[in-house]
């Protein structure tokens, strides 16, 4: 009983592939708002980290500075940046410097992830338009028996689950 239930598993999965391989036909015409969007993702992970870097940076140079300590490499960086914007001569200003680089990393994150976010979903939208274009399509050119021998609101539902399904799917590819 196990070996059946192991081969109806393995029969499902391949039958999964092959599923997976016809929907790509739908994603193919939109392949660089995708990749946009996944380019965009390793654009966004560094923004994400720098909101810590740049509090320990503040802690570490301007409110309480460890001459013992060797400063990390990013923060001999932002030292010098300070320094050569005006902004390293005091702890006020140095703190100043800091909260503008942060403001300025949360904005550009931000507005990364709104962009990627929107390129994803309107791609997305797009694939299941035209998936459900393609479906009423088929479903004109069906021969009559079908609804004969299916009742309609079946078949309505088992559709429209099935398109929702994909488009979870593709909402949730956010990427990121």
Do not use: C
Request: aromatic share 10%; charged share 15%.
């Amino acid at each position: 009983m196990i070996e059946a239930v192991q081969q109806d598993n393995n029969r499902g999965s391949g039958q999964d592939w092959r599923l997976a391989a016809r929907l790509v036909r739908f994603v193919y015409p939109y392949k660089w708002s995708f990749l946009f969007a996944w380019v965009l993702t390793f654009v966004n992970a560094p923004l994400a980290t720098a909101g810590p870097l740049l509090t320990k940076a503040a802690i570490d140079l301007f409110l309480a500075p460890n001459p013992q300590r060797p400063l990390a490499e990013y923060a001999a960086w932002l030292k010098h940046g300070a320094e050569w914007a005006g902004l390293g001569d005091s702890r006020h200003q140095g703190l100043i410097f800091i909260a503008i680089l942060f403001l300025s990393v949360n904005l550009a994150q931000s507005a990364v992830q709104y962009l990627q976010v929107v390129i994803t979903e309107n791609a997305g939208q797009k694939v299941i338009h035209d998936l459900r274009t393609k479906l009423f399509g088929h479903l004109q050119n069906v021969p009559v028996q079908l609804y004969d021998d299916n009742p309609v609101g079946e078949l309505m539902t088992r559709l429209t689950s099935d398109v929702g399904s994909l488009n979870e799917l593709l909402r949730s590819l956010k990427i990121g």
